[in-house]
């Protein structure tokens, strides 16, 4: 009966303070966001690219970031994992890693106009290195040319 108690009080603790730190980080990241709004991420699908404007700098800007869930939502994903179906717990780390990642790649940039060719790659550590008994991370990296005119 302790150890259920016991297992009880830890996940309880692990979803409050996950919860805790998710929205702490959503609001810093909307805040950024916010901030980094008139600096645009283009893609294009042409292979060729026109501009009157004298190009002053062209550089490759990276935004990295490792993430990971807690162990409540590693416990509940391991119960959704024995009937199926999706695992929406993941889903807000994935989205919290790839906003994260293109913040950081968009404030490397700074001074540069736009950046063209964003991309964003992913991976999940755990299966890379056969950590079984942890908790999932992923590292995601969002990369792109940042573009300056003079």
Not at 84 to 98: A, K, Q, V, Y
């Amino acid at each position: 009966m302790g150890d259920i108690i016991f297992l009880l009080v830890l996940l309880g603790l692990t979803f409050l303070t996950g919860t805790f730190i998710e929205k702490r980080h959503f609001e810093n990241i909307k805040k950024r966001e916010i901030a980094l709004i008139k600096r645009p991420i283009i893609n294009f699908g042409a292979k060729t690219w026109h501009t009157n404007r004298k190009i002053k700098k062209v550089e490759l800007v990276t935004g990295e970031v490792v993430i990971s869930g807690d162990y409540f939502k590693n416990f509940v994903a391991s119960l959704k994992n024995i009937f199926g179906g999706r695992l929406t717990t993941f889903e807000s780390i994935l989205d919290r890693g790839r906003r994260e990642a293109l913040l950081r790649m968009r404030e490397k940039a700074r001074g540069a106009n736009f950046i063209i060719n964003a991309r964003i790659e992913s991976v999940m550590l755990n299966e890379t290195y056969n950590a079984q008994e942890s908790v999932p991370q992923c590292a995601i990296i969002a990369y792109g040319t940042a573009i300056t005119y003079e």
